[in-house]
């Protein structure tokens, strides 16, 4: 079946630090979304893109639609503690079904 | 505005009893989603509801789940007989109606932890 490969697979960075995640994937997407989920709690949506080629930014993120429709990234710039937490791409396939990748898990040392 | 409810939040029994999750989804979204999370992975796709017909229940383990939205509102997980591949945290969530772009923003809530033992 479809499958998206988020990668890294985890990050430690320090506070003020950039940060970049992407997903990638054989099949081609319909749309994006980054979602970031707290310990506990269910996914947030963060950023959603709709367009190959978007680039759109949310306060201190940054997600792209790639050229391809197969792949996506997301940049945090300037780290804060709050940041932490599991960072989960999502697209829409063709036939409309929405796939999660593995996720990112980001720790923000201060 | 309410978010999307769910309860109960934490869930223990053991491997053969039952089980089931309620949700009430965003007033006014149309479409609702049940997915299961398991500890370290993304979330899958068990059902979605379009209203109160099914669109895709391709991944619902038939045997042992079933999922019901009767009223096109609140909808309700089982799982009978529970197995101990199935403690995850099952995630409902909802997006609004329409053909557009914001259809496309799927509304999660906390969701209920189960620990099958």
């Known amino acids: 079946g479809q499958q998206l490969n988020q990668s890294p697979q985890s990050m430690f960075i320090q506070e003020g630090e950039d940060v970049s995640m992407n997903c990638t994937s054989s099949?081609?997407?319909?749309?994006w979304l980054w979602y970031k989920q707290d310990p506990g709690e269910g996914p947030v949506l963060l950023i959603a893109l709709y367009k190959a080629g978007e680039l759109t930014s949310n306060g201190r993120l940054t997600a792209q639609f790639g050229i391809t429709r197969k792949d996506s990234f997301l940049n945090i710039s300037a780290s804060i503690p709050s940041d932490v937490g599991i960072y989960f791409c999502a697209g829409h396939t063709i036939s409309g079904k929405l796939i999660f990748g593995q996720g990112t898990t980001l720790q923000v040392k201060p | 505005e309410a978010g999307v409810a769910q309860s109960p939040r934490y869930k223990i029994i053991e491997k053969r009893q039952s089980v089931a999750f309620w949700c009430n989804p965003i007033s006014g979204h149309a479409t609702l989603y049940w997915y299961q999370q398991i500890l370290g992975q993304g979330p899958k796709l068990l059902i979605q509801f379009q209203n109160n017909g099914v669109v895709d229940d391709s991944q619902l383990p038939k045997d042992r789940f079933s999922a019901e939205r009767l009223k096109g509102v609140d909808s309700t997980l089982k799982i009978q007989p529970a197995k101990l591949e199935d403690s995850a945290v099952y995630l409902c969530a909802s997006s609004p109606p329409g053909q557009g772009a914001l259809s496309t923003r799927l509304f999660f809530g906390e969701g209920s932890r189960l620990t099958v033992l």
């Open positions: 099949s081609i997407f319909n749309t």
